[in-house]
Protein backbone atom coordinates (compact mmCIF):
# COMPACT_ATOMS: atom_id res chain seq x y z
CA UNK A 1 0.00 0.00 0.00
CA UNK A 2 1.75 3.39 -1.02
CA UNK A 3 2.92 6.24 1.28
CA UNK A 4 0.76 9.42 0.19
CA UNK A 5 2.49 12.31 1.12
CA UNK A 6 0.23 14.88 3.77
CA UNK A 7 0.24 18.03 5.50
CA UNK A 8 -2.24 20.00 7.58
CA UNK A 9 -1.51 23.62 6.58
CA UNK A 10 -2.66 27.15 8.67
CA UNK A 11 -4.56 29.10 6.22
CA UNK A 12 -5.09 33.04 5.84
CA UNK A 13 -2.75 32.71 9.16
CA UNK A 14 -0.56 35.61 10.08
CA UNK A 15 0.87 33.13 13.19
CA UNK A 16 0.28 30.07 13.66
CA UNK A 17 -3.02 28.42 14.66
CA UNK A 18 -4.98 31.22 13.50
CA UNK A 19 -6.07 30.56 10.34
CA UNK A 20 -8.25 28.08 9.28
CA UNK A 21 -7.08 24.49 8.67
CA UNK A 22 -6.35 22.06 5.92
CA UNK A 23 -5.28 18.85 5.22
CA UNK A 24 -3.25 18.24 1.88
CA UNK A 25 -2.97 14.95 0.05
CA UNK A 26 -0.18 15.29 -2.51
CA UNK A 27 0.36 11.79 -4.07
CA UNK A 28 -3.68 10.89 -4.86
CA UNK A 29 -3.31 9.10 -7.80
CA UNK A 30 -5.40 5.49 -6.84
CA UNK A 31 -7.76 6.89 -4.54
CA UNK A 32 -11.39 6.64 -5.83
CA UNK A 33 -14.36 8.60 -4.42
CA UNK A 34 -15.17 6.80 -1.18
CA UNK A 35 -11.63 6.67 -0.27
CA UNK A 36 -11.05 10.43 -0.13
CA UNK A 37 -14.45 10.91 1.12
CA UNK A 38 -13.26 8.49 4.02
CA UNK A 39 -9.86 10.24 4.45
CA UNK A 40 -11.91 13.98 4.68
CA UNK A 41 -13.93 12.36 7.57
CA UNK A 42 -11.38 10.91 9.09
CA UNK A 43 -9.05 14.34 9.51
CA UNK A 44 -12.34 16.23 10.40
CA UNK A 45 -10.84 19.52 9.20
CA UNK A 46 -13.05 21.71 7.40
CA UNK A 47 -12.23 20.50 3.82
CA UNK A 48 -9.15 18.12 3.21
CA UNK A 49 -7.70 18.68 -0.46
CA UNK A 50 -6.23 15.63 -2.88
CA UNK A 51 -3.82 16.58 -5.58
CA UNK A 52 -3.58 14.63 -9.44
CA UNK A 53 -1.71 15.49 -12.40
CA UNK A 54 -3.74 18.30 -14.77
CA UNK A 55 -5.61 16.20 -16.87
CA UNK A 56 -5.12 19.67 -19.32
CA UNK A 57 -1.74 21.63 -20.76
CA UNK A 58 -3.35 24.48 -19.02
CA UNK A 59 -3.22 23.46 -15.73
CA UNK A 60 0.01 23.31 -12.86
CA UNK A 61 -2.08 20.38 -11.81
CA UNK A 62 -6.06 19.23 -10.53
CA UNK A 63 -7.52 19.18 -7.33
CA UNK A 64 -10.69 17.58 -5.69
CA UNK A 65 -12.02 19.02 -2.29
CA UNK A 66 -13.97 17.22 0.18
CA UNK A 67 -15.42 18.31 3.39
CA UNK A 68 -16.29 15.68 6.03
CA UNK A 69 -19.61 15.58 4.14
CA UNK A 70 -19.36 15.82 0.99
CA UNK A 71 -17.19 16.73 -2.23
CA UNK A 72 -17.38 20.53 -2.36
CA UNK A 73 -16.96 22.15 -5.83
CA UNK A 74 -14.94 25.48 -5.05
CA UNK A 75 -13.93 26.99 -1.44
CA UNK A 76 -11.46 29.48 -1.70
CA UNK A 77 -9.03 28.83 1.39
CA UNK A 78 -8.52 25.01 0.37
CA UNK A 79 -7.43 26.29 -3.24
CA UNK A 80 -4.91 28.86 -1.28
CA UNK A 81 -3.51 26.24 0.96
CA UNK A 82 -2.92 23.51 -2.04
CA UNK A 83 -0.94 25.91 -4.06
CA UNK A 84 1.27 26.61 -0.98
CA UNK A 85 1.57 22.86 -0.81
CA UNK A 86 2.57 22.77 -4.37
CA UNK A 87 5.06 25.42 -4.34
CA UNK A 88 6.46 23.67 -0.87
CA UNK A 89 6.88 20.10 -2.20
CA UNK A 90 8.06 21.42 -5.66
CA UNK A 91 5.48 19.62 -8.05
CA UNK A 92 5.23 23.29 -10.02
CA UNK A 93 6.66 26.50 -10.16
CA UNK A 94 5.16 29.81 -11.18
CA UNK A 95 4.95 30.97 -14.58
CA UNK A 96 4.59 35.06 -14.79
CA UNK A 97 3.77 34.92 -11.02
CA UNK A 98 1.19 32.62 -11.35
CA UNK A 99 -0.30 28.80 -10.62
CA UNK A 100 -3.32 27.38 -12.38
CA UNK A 101 -5.39 25.15 -10.55
CA UNK A 102 -7.68 22.70 -12.52
CA UNK A 103 -11.17 21.58 -10.55
CA UNK A 104 -14.96 21.28 -10.59
CA UNK A 105 -15.39 25.10 -10.90
CA UNK A 106 -12.78 25.04 -14.01
CA UNK A 107 -9.19 26.42 -14.33
CA UNK A 108 -8.65 29.05 -12.07
CA UNK A 109 -5.66 30.94 -11.60
CA UNK A 110 -3.51 31.79 -8.30
CA UNK A 111 -1.73 34.81 -7.98
CA UNK A 112 1.65 34.06 -6.02
CA UNK A 113 3.34 37.93 -4.68
CA UNK A 114 6.12 37.62 -2.48
CA UNK A 115 7.21 41.02 -0.33
CA UNK A 116 9.73 41.43 2.55
CA UNK A 117 10.09 37.14 2.30
CA UNK A 118 6.65 36.58 3.19
CA UNK A 119 5.03 34.40 0.31
CA UNK A 120 1.33 35.49 -0.14
CA UNK A 121 -1.57 33.55 -2.54
CA UNK A 122 -4.57 34.80 -3.84
CA UNK A 123 -7.47 32.55 -5.84
CA UNK A 124 -9.36 34.55 -8.58
CA UNK A 125 -13.18 33.12 -7.73
CA UNK A 126 -15.92 32.46 -10.28
CA UNK A 127 -17.79 35.45 -11.22
CA UNK A 128 -19.95 36.52 -8.64
CA UNK A 129 -23.65 37.55 -9.67
CA UNK A 130 -26.55 39.56 -7.37
CA UNK A 131 -29.38 36.64 -6.83
CA UNK A 132 -31.99 39.40 -5.37
CA UNK A 133 -31.74 42.42 -3.32
CA UNK A 134 -33.92 42.93 -0.06
CA UNK A 135 -35.35 44.94 2.28
CA UNK A 136 -34.14 44.90 5.34
CA UNK A 137 -37.43 43.67 7.23
CA UNK A 138 -37.55 41.06 4.51
CA UNK A 139 -39.84 38.15 6.30
CA UNK A 140 -37.68 35.43 5.27
CA UNK A 141 -34.65 36.95 7.18
CA UNK A 142 -36.63 38.18 10.20
CA UNK A 143 -35.86 35.11 12.66
CA UNK A 144 -31.82 35.37 11.48
CA UNK A 145 -31.23 38.49 12.43
CA UNK A 146 -33.31 39.12 15.15
CA UNK A 147 -31.26 41.71 17.22
CA UNK A 148 -28.59 42.38 14.74
CA UNK A 149 -28.09 46.52 14.06
CA UNK A 150 -28.56 46.72 10.44
CA UNK A 151 -25.93 48.49 8.32
CA UNK A 152 -25.90 51.44 5.59
CA UNK A 153 -26.14 48.61 2.20
CA UNK A 154 -29.32 46.21 1.98
CA UNK A 155 -29.69 42.18 2.29
CA UNK A 156 -28.37 40.69 -0.23
CA UNK A 157 -28.68 36.92 -2.01
CA UNK A 158 -24.79 36.63 -3.77
CA UNK A 159 -24.24 33.74 -5.90
CA UNK A 160 -20.45 32.70 -6.06
CA UNK A 161 -20.76 29.27 -7.01
CA UNK A 162 -22.08 28.83 -3.57
CA UNK A 163 -24.71 31.55 -2.27
CA UNK A 164 -24.77 33.61 0.19
CA UNK A 165 -26.78 35.95 2.45
CA UNK A 166 -24.56 39.03 2.84
CA UNK A 167 -25.75 41.34 5.71
CA UNK A 168 -24.01 44.68 7.15
CA UNK A 169 -23.69 45.31 10.80
CA UNK A 170 -23.54 48.55 12.11
CA UNK A 171 -20.27 48.63 13.81
CA UNK A 172 -17.70 45.87 14.63
CA UNK A 173 -18.45 45.65 18.44
CA UNK A 174 -22.16 44.60 17.53
CA UNK A 175 -20.89 42.63 15.09
CA UNK A 176 -18.55 40.54 17.29
CA UNK A 177 -21.51 40.67 20.04
CA UNK A 178 -24.08 38.34 17.91
CA UNK A 179 -25.08 35.22 19.10
CA UNK A 180 -25.98 33.64 16.16
CA UNK A 181 -30.07 31.89 16.08
CA UNK A 182 -28.72 28.60 14.72
CA UNK A 183 -32.04 26.95 13.67
CA UNK A 184 -32.77 30.01 12.13
CA UNK A 185 -30.02 30.29 10.10
CA UNK A 186 -30.30 26.85 9.52
CA UNK A 187 -34.14 27.52 8.40
CA UNK A 188 -33.22 30.16 5.94
CA UNK A 189 -30.39 28.46 4.46
CA UNK A 190 -32.55 25.34 3.83
CA UNK A 191 -35.30 27.72 2.07
CA UNK A 192 -33.11 29.79 -0.11
CA UNK A 193 -30.72 27.14 -0.86
CA UNK A 194 -27.78 28.92 0.69
CA UNK A 195 -24.74 28.70 2.96
CA UNK A 196 -26.32 30.71 5.63
CA UNK A 197 -25.43 34.15 6.98
CA UNK A 198 -22.54 36.04 6.31
CA UNK A 199 -22.24 39.37 8.14
CA UNK A 200 -19.77 42.31 8.01
CA UNK A 201 -19.12 45.30 9.43
CA UNK A 202 -16.67 47.88 8.67
CA UNK A 203 -14.07 48.11 11.15
CA UNK A 204 -13.10 50.02 14.87
CA UNK A 205 -10.21 52.60 13.51
CA UNK A 206 -6.47 51.44 14.07
CA UNK A 207 -7.53 48.11 13.75
CA UNK A 208 -5.10 47.13 10.97
CA UNK A 209 -8.14 45.71 8.61
CA UNK A 210 -10.86 47.22 6.95
CA UNK A 211 -13.49 44.64 7.50
CA UNK A 212 -14.96 42.56 10.67
CA UNK A 213 -16.85 39.12 9.21
CA UNK A 214 -18.53 36.35 10.58
CA UNK A 215 -19.84 33.52 8.53
CA UNK A 216 -22.81 31.29 9.72
CA UNK A 217 -23.15 28.35 8.10
CA UNK A 218 -26.43 26.86 8.59
CA UNK A 219 -26.80 24.24 5.03
CA UNK A 220 -25.93 20.30 6.90
CA UNK A 221 -23.45 21.66 9.13
CA UNK A 222 -24.29 24.40 12.09
CA UNK A 223 -20.99 26.43 12.64
CA UNK A 224 -19.08 29.54 12.06
CA UNK A 225 -16.03 29.31 10.18
CA UNK A 226 -12.81 30.38 11.00
CA UNK A 227 -11.95 32.33 7.25
CA UNK A 228 -13.96 31.51 4.26
CA UNK A 229 -11.88 33.18 1.23
CA UNK A 230 -14.98 32.41 -1.31
CA UNK A 231 -17.31 33.46 1.17
CA UNK A 232 -15.00 36.93 1.56
CA UNK A 233 -14.76 36.85 -2.20
CA UNK A 234 -18.44 37.21 -2.89
CA UNK A 235 -18.62 39.77 -0.33
CA UNK A 236 -16.20 41.68 -2.11
CA UNK A 237 -18.01 42.06 -4.91
CA UNK A 238 -21.21 42.98 -3.75
CA UNK A 239 -19.21 45.89 -1.95
CA UNK A 240 -17.62 46.70 -5.58
CA UNK A 241 -20.30 46.71 -7.25
CA UNK A 242 -21.86 49.36 -4.76
CA UNK A 243 -18.45 51.37 -4.73
CA UNK A 244 -18.76 50.54 -0.90
CA UNK A 245 -14.89 48.71 -0.87
CA UNK A 246 -13.21 50.33 2.16
CA UNK A 247 -10.28 51.36 0.47
CA UNK A 248 -10.07 54.37 -2.67
CA UNK A 249 -8.65 52.86 -6.06
CA UNK A 250 -5.22 51.59 -6.59
CA UNK A 251 -2.72 53.08 -9.78
CA UNK A 252 -3.58 49.92 -11.64
CA UNK A 253 -7.27 50.28 -11.43
CA UNK A 254 -7.71 47.69 -8.53
CA UNK A 255 -9.80 47.99 -5.51
CA UNK A 256 -8.75 46.12 -2.08
CA UNK A 257 -9.46 45.78 1.31
CA UNK A 258 -8.15 43.53 4.35
CA UNK A 259 -10.43 41.57 6.54
CA UNK A 260 -10.45 40.01 9.96
CA UNK A 261 -12.81 36.36 10.41
CA UNK A 262 -12.46 33.99 12.95
CA UNK A 263 -11.80 35.48 16.38
CA UNK A 264 -14.92 34.86 17.91
CA UNK A 265 -14.43 30.86 17.10
CA UNK A 266 -11.07 31.13 19.13
CA UNK A 267 -8.79 32.03 15.35
CA UNK A 268 -7.61 35.16 14.28
CA UNK A 269 -7.62 34.82 10.44
CA UNK A 270 -6.41 38.15 7.88
CA UNK A 271 -7.16 37.86 4.30
CA UNK A 272 -6.62 40.03 1.23
CA UNK A 273 -9.46 40.83 -1.40
CA UNK A 274 -8.29 42.68 -4.51
CA UNK A 275 -10.76 43.56 -7.38
CA UNK A 276 -8.51 44.09 -10.64
CA UNK A 277 -9.28 46.45 -13.09
CA UNK A 278 -11.20 44.05 -15.06
CA UNK A 279 -13.79 43.45 -11.93
CA UNK A 280 -12.10 39.89 -11.21
CA UNK A 281 -11.93 38.86 -7.75
CA UNK A 282 -8.87 37.52 -5.78
CA UNK A 283 -8.59 36.74 -2.19
CA UNK A 284 -5.76 35.52 -0.44
CA UNK A 285 -3.42 35.86 2.67
CA UNK A 286 -0.43 33.85 3.80
CA UNK A 287 -0.41 30.14 4.66
CA UNK A 288 1.61 28.04 7.15
CA UNK A 289 2.65 24.45 6.98
CA UNK A 290 2.57 22.94 10.06
CA UNK A 291 2.59 19.09 10.01
CA UNK A 292 4.70 17.18 7.12
CA UNK A 293 4.53 13.34 7.10
CA UNK A 294 3.03 10.63 5.35
CA UNK A 295 -0.66 8.96 4.60
CA UNK A 296 -1.01 4.76 4.86
CA UNK A 297 -4.80 4.65 3.42
Known sequence: MPSRRFLQLDVFS????AGNPLAVVLDSDGLDDKDMQ?????????ETTFVFPAATEDADYRLRMFSPQAEVPFAGHPS?????????????APHDGALVQEGIAGLLPLRIDVADGVRSIAIRSPRAKVAEVVARDDARLAEAVRGWNPGALPPVLMDGGRRWWLVEVEG???????RPDWGAIAKLAEASGSMGVFAYARADTGQGFDLAVRAFVGNGRRFEDAASGAANAVLAAWLDERGALP???EPDGSRRCTVSQGREVGFDAQ???LVDAAGEVWSGGQVRTLIRGELDW
Do not use: K, M, N, Q
Request: charged share 15%; no cysteine.
Open 271 to 273: LTL
Open 247 to 249: RAG
Open 172 to 178: ETALRGI
Open 38 to 46: AIARWTGLP
Open 80 to 92: VGTAHAILEAGIA
Open 14 to 17: PYPG
